[in-house]
């Protein structure tokens, strides 16, 4: 009643070709490197703006966990050099909490111990500071 199927499916051939694939653990190291990079991105911007200590330190930290998981490329720093003023500090860490929230979770699917420690506590201090601009 039907014709048989004479040609390979699209989803065998794309199997059988030889194209580089990547793990679930390549694609989540990419993933992680990506929301690190823009934290670190938005700690540059706010180490600008408040001079804190300690966000030299987690910029640092940062730059070290996303030198590893690029295999030792060391990430490109972000250079602001904008008047920034506070309703756009407490934005900044707004969006550095969320960031470092996505990033937490892809840590914690990875089972990256290290990389989830300090999303956890770049997720703490940027909801501490943003409740402390916004009192």
Not at 38 to 47: G, K, P
Not at 58 to 74: D, T, Y
């Amino acid at each position: 009643m039907y014709e048989p199927i004479r040609t390979k499916s699209v989803h065998t051939m794309a199997a059988d070709s030889d194209f580089p694939h990547r793990s679930r653990e390549e694609e989540l190291d990419i993933q992680l490197a990506g929301h690190l990079s823009a934290l670190l991105a938005l700690t540059d911007e706010l180490r600008l703006a408040a001079g804190d200590p300690e966000l030299d330190a987690a910029a640092g930290e940062l730059a070290a966990q996303i030198s590893r998981l690029r295999g030792g490329h060391p990430p490109v720093r972000s250079t602001v050099a904008a008047a920034v003023h506070e309703p756009h500090v407490a934005a900044l860490h707004q969006r550095a909490h969320a960031l470092a929230g996505r990033a937490l979770v892809v840590a914690a699917s990875r089972a990256d111990t290290a990389a989830a420690i300090l999303a956890a506590r770049r997720m703490e201090y940027h909801a501490n500071a943003g409740r402390l601009i916004a009192a």
